[in-house]
């Protein structure tokens, strides 16, 4: 059972910056792709950032792209979500997420495909 822990969200001024960590345990295997999720109240859940736990890909969405950096520390099974230029927009709660086996590491990508999820941080950019 692959278990997951957000730490990191506060609250901050647009321009700044956080970085978001996500403690994973419960898997043996470097076939997993993981990821950032967030939602805002009212709005749907976005995939954000998708990386292959045993390297080689990483996907982002259009609107975090060369603000947003996901990385991993496989020693540490943990996940990071380096967030720079934070805006207002991307106030929202932020969720680690697990998928075992994907078919290809582009999976990592398909963010309906994720199936194990923490419990979240919030992010809070004032302007």
């Known amino acids: 059972q692959v278990q997951l822990v957000e730490s990191g969200g506060s609250s901050v001024q647009a321009g700044g910056s956080l970085r978001l960590s996500c403690a994973a345990s419960?898997?043996?295997?470097?076939?997993?792709?993981l990821a950032w999720f967030r939602q805002a109240p009212g709005k749907e859940r976005e995939g954000v950032a998708g990386?292959?736990?045993?390297?080689?890909?990483?996907k982002y969405a259009d609107s975090v792209k060369g603000r947003f950096t996901i990385s991993q520390d496989s020693a540490k099974n943990t996940l990071y979500l380096q967030m720079n230029n934070l805006a207002p927009e991307d106030s929202a709660m932020y969720y680690c997420?697990?998928?075992?086996?994907?078919?290809?590491?582009?999976?990592?990508?398909?963010?309906?495909?994720?199936?194990?999820w923490g419990q979240g941080t919030q992010v809070t950019v004032s302007s």
């Open positions: 419960g898997y043996t295997s470097s076939n997993y792709c």
């Open positions: 997420a697990a998928m075992p086996n994907p078919f290809t590491t582009f999976y990592c990508g398909s963010w309906s495909k994720y199936s194990y």
């Open positions: 990386i292959y736990r045993a390297g080689g890909y990483t």
